[in-house]
């Protein structure tokens, strides 16, 4: 089984931009769809983005799409997530979340493996 491990979050300005990395170990990282979460003080976690084994699919949340980029390098065992023209309301922890399956999903339950996350703050 994988265990994963983000890194890449900070404090940014609106309008900068952040790169998060979800760094994955174990060699059969390539069998799992791969999702970003975010969850802020006092709300629940939400979808954010998810990317699919092989990087043919990927779905983003309406509130992300246009700004923020997923993507995947299996032989480096590692997905990032690209953020741009933040806003403070994307302020949060960032997590990332892994399944051993060819679909893609958009809800916390559907993953079964999970990492720590990491903190992004974005001052207005």
């Known amino acids: 089984q994988v265990q994963l491990v983000e890194s890449g979050g900070g404090l940014v300005q609106a309008g900068g931009s952040l790169r998060l990395s979800c760094a994955a170990s174990?060699?059969?990282?390539?069998?799992?769809?791969v999702g970003w979460f975010r969850q802020a003080p006092g709300k629940e976690r939400e979808f954010v983005a998810a990317i699919s084994r092989s990087s043919d699919l990927t779905t983003y949340a309406d509130s992300v799409k246009g700004r923020f980029t997923i993507s995947r390098d299996n032989a480096k065992n590692t997905v990032w997530l690209q953020m741009n023209s933040l806003k403070p309301e994307d302020t949060a922890v960032y997590y990332c979340?892994?399944?051993?399956?060819?679909?893609?999903?958009?809800?916390?339950?559907?993953?079964?493996?999970w990492g720590q996350g990491t903190q992004v703050t974005v001052s207005s």
């Open positions: 174990g060699r059969t990282f390539s069998s799992y769809a």
């Open positions: 979340a892994a399944k051993s399956t060819t679909w893609l999903g958009r809800t916390t339950g559907y993953y079964d493996r």
